[in-house]
């Protein structure tokens, strides 16, 4: 079984300032993982996945994460926020095998400041 | 043109009373899902149907049933309402075995309130 600790809850971050939101995973199988956003009163909306190959990922936002198999982490970035992207942010986690279930995070909700 | 829909959008009911949410997706995928998301947005799987059959079945009340008619549709009836059923249920959609594991499309919502 996996599990995802998002140990920030909440974030403010000042408009045009880099934030990262912090996401460490739990596996003894080989994982995907990826970051979901939920915008207000909508569902969720993949932004990156990291399946194999380059450790660094992008998504078309200027979002970025970095798995790190060595401290089992998978950091999201962004050098400079806009008011746009204000909304709940999900780590998740799934093994290789198996049924593939999709283990959330509890979220975190990044707030701009103006 | 939605490519995972669910509904009711919002539902209010009264405790001990039964409801239906239908989800419909038109991408072609071949498993869906039902998740809850409770007031503190905290996400939790329920179920999980490929090709109508049922694969994932979590510490779920037998008050919810899940039904697939077909690969596209899958809805979630809940007998007997209690008060922490409140919360809003995700479907989802995604295409099993495609080395997109966990790449999966979500619909809007449906946010069920038990008084």
């Known amino acids: 079984a996996q599990s995802v600790t998002q140990l920030d809850s909440q974030v403010p971050v000042f408009e045009e300032a880099p934030v990262e939101l912090r996401c460490n995973y739990s596996s003894s199988v080989s994982v995907y993982l990826f970051w979901y956003v939920q915008y207000p009163n909508q569902g969720l909306q993949l932004l990156l996945k990291?399946?194999?190959?380059?450790?660094l990922v992008k998504s078309i936002n200027g979002f970025e994460a970095e798995f790190n198999k060595s401290q089992t982490s998978f950091h999201l970035r962004k050098p400079s926020v806009h008011i746009s992207d204000t909304a709940e942010y999900f780590c998740?986690?799934?093994?290789?095998?198996?049924?593939?279930?999709?283990?959330f995070g509890t979220g975190t909700r990044l707030t701009i400041i103006p | 043109d939605t490519a995972v829909s669910q509904t009711p959008k919002y539902l209010v009911t009264q405790m001990g009373n039964d409801k239906s949410i239908k989800c419909e997706q038109n991408?072609?995928?071949?498993?869906m899902y039902w998740y809850k998301q409770d007031s503190k947005k905290f996400l939790k799987i329920m179920f999980s149907y490929n090709n109508k059959e049922l694969i994932i079945n979590e510490t779920v009340p037998n008050r919810f049933s899940p039904k697939s008619p077909d690969k596209a549709h899958l809805n979630l009836h809940i007998n007997s309402l209690e008060l922490g059923d409140s919360a809003v249920y995700f479907c989802?959609?995604?295409?099993?075995?495609?080395?997109?594991?966990?790449?999966?499309?979500f619909g809007e919502g449906s946010r069920l309130t038990v008084l």
């Open positions: 989802a959609s995604s295409q099993r075995g495609s080395g997109g594991a966990g790449e999966l499309f």
């Open positions: 990291y399946l194999s190959g380059s450790t």
């Open positions: 991408l072609g995928h071949d498993t």
């Open positions: 998740a986690v799934s093994g290789y095998f198996g049924n593939e279930k999709l283990t």
